[in-house]
């Protein structure tokens, strides 16, 4: 069995701790850490995740892959902190953060731990999509431990995660984004500084926003035109060369066959992708700050109630792609 991290805090400056291997987090630490290890052969890596198959598989393919590298397993974030003074972290949403970053074997207490030194040399990034305020408030604990901390949730979905051409939207402080920039860009091609802690979070929930209720207005057109006869290539291709395009018609179209150039969810089933559980988590956490903010989002609140009824609908719809949605309004809504 791999042996688990050995705390080695001389080879902190060396060391990237990446935590949450899931569907994203696993694309994105194999290609920071290969591109890493090609830049610097001496760079050391450490997993963690709440599920130790998942860093066992990983840290076996990236072993294989690099046979040379450095790769270790860390069994909780405050071993990953010790290790490693860049962190990055992947988690499903605020709860996880919370838990991975407060708690007694979190990051932050860690922090607390170290000398002051090592405290402020280190740099966390969170790329996961949370509530905006727990995000400001966990990078204000992380600051006031010594550490510094970015908000820097992505677009462009587990495709773009795999190949590298992420888009990250960050917040934080100046300083920050310079020394994180150059970690964001083996993962992705464009880091956008959106303003201080929160703004990154606050752009990728708008964002989302956007994207929810798209998805669902190419399903009901997709749906719609092959009522009225029409060949579904034809009218995504339709679509996506006039005014209607956009990424959920002509990247994640929900018909199979409907982009032979490409490989959307719906040729697997609606496996892989953005789980429709997290496109419900994303719209209330846009309802939820619209309601604190007094700014409306009707068609948002919308949005998310025609999946959350998917999702009661057909329970098996929750893992796979929010274009399924397209299938559940195929089907028939609940009336
Ligand atoms: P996922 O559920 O596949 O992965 C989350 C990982 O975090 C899992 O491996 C889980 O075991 C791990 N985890 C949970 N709690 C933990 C803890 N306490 N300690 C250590 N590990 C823990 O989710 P995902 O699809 O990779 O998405 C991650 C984030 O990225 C979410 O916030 C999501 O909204 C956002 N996002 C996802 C996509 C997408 O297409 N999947 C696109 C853009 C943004």
Redesign the pocket.
């Known amino acids: 069995m791999r042996p688990t991290c050995r705390i080695l805090t001389h080879s902190r400056s060396k060391s990237i701790s990446f935590?949450?291997?899931?569907?994203?987090?696993?694309e994105m630490a194999y290609n920071l850490f290969s591109k890493r290890f090609t830049e610097a052969n001496d760079s050391r890596f450490v997993v963690?995740?709440?599920?130790p198959a998942?860093t066992t598989r990983f840290a076996d393919n990236f072993q294989k892959q690099f046979p040379r590298a450095h790769i270790t397993i860390a069994a909780t974030?405050e071993e990953a902190t010790l290790a490693s003074e860049m962190i990055v972290?992947?988690?499903?949403?605020s709860p996880?953060v919370r838990?991975?970053y407060l708690?007694s074997s979190g990051i932050i207490p860690t922090l607390r731990s170290l000398s002051q030194a090592d405290a402020s040399s280190t740099i966390c990034i969170d790329?996961?999509?949370?509530d905006v305020q727990v995000g400001r408030d966990v990078a204000a604990e992380a600051h006031a431990a010594g550490g510094a901390m970015l908000d820097a949730?992505?677009?462009?979905?587990?495709s773009?995660?795999k190949a590298g051409t992420?888009s990250f939207l960050v917040g934080s402080s100046e300083q920050a984004f310079s020394r994180a920039s150059p970690i964001l860009a083996l993962m992705g091609q464009r880091i956008i500084h959106c303003g201080p802690s929160g703004s990154g979070l606050a752009a990728?929930i708008c964002n989302?926003l956007v994207l929810g209720v798209e998805q669902i207005v190419v399903a009901e057109a997709m749906l719609l035109g092959q009522r009225l006869g029409l060949d579904p290539v034809v009218l995504a291709s339709v679509i996506n060369n006039s005014t209607g395009a956009c990424w959920s018609s002509s990247v994640n179209n929900p018909v199979p066959g409907a982009l032979p150039e490409k490989s959307p969810p719906c040729e697997r089933d609606f496996d892989g992708?953005?789980?429709t559980a997290?496109?419900i988590?994303?719209l209330g956490l846009a309802t939820e700050v619209s309601k604190l903010s007094g700014s409306p989002v009707p068609l948002g609140e919308a949005a998310e109630g025609i999946y959350a009824d998917a999702v009661e609908r057909y329970p098996e719809l929750s893992k796979k792609?929010f274009s399924s949605v397209y299938r559940y309004l195929g089907e028939g809504r609940k009336e």
């Open positions: 935590i949450g291997l899931g569907r994203m987090g696993s963690c995740d709440a599920i998942a974030p972290t992947m988690l499903p949403s996880h838990q991975v708690n790329s996961t999509t949370l949730p992505v677009s462009g979905g587990v773009g995660a992420l990728k989302n992708g953005f789980a997290l496109m988590k994303d792609d």
